[in-house]
């Protein structure tokens, strides 16, 4: 618990503006006993969102990382009519099974 009180020791106190609603949410949050206090509740929403954003982060690089790697592949495009005939053949392959299964 110390560290707690030390961090609060070197927070900021700001100010924002909210919505009816939201502080509304907030307030009934605190009420409700999930939260000591408003600041509290605004606290962790803020470590919501800054998790939210790494993990959005993340994603992104993960994905770039796929794009980079299938840009970088030196195999040989398929050409859009050849892609289309395997999906084609695969979903009418899966039909297949699934009718079989269901039997």
């Known amino acids: 618990m110390a ?3 030390t961090t609060l020791q070197n927070a900021e ?3 924002i503006t909210m919505t ?3 502080l509304r949410a907030i307030r ?3 009420e409700a006993g999930e939260y ?3 600041s509290e509740a605004l606290r ?3 470590r919501v969102w800054q998790r939210q954003r790494m993990e959005d982060a993340e994603r992104l690089t993960a994905i770039r990382t796929r794009v980079r790697r299938s840009l970088d592949d030196p195999r040989p495009s398929i050409p859009l009519d050849e892609a289309f005939d395997r999906i084609e053949k ?3 392959d899966t039909v297949k099974v ?3 299964a269901s039997a």
């Open 28 to 30: 009934e949050s605190v």
């Open 13 to 15: 106190k700001i100010s």
């Open 44 to 46: 962790d929403a803020v």
């Open 20 to 22: 009816p609603d939201m």
């Open 90 to 92: 695969l979903h009418a």
């Open 3 to 5: 560290k707690k009180a």
């Open 98 to 100: 699934r009718g079989d």
């Open 36 to 38: 000591a206090s408003t």
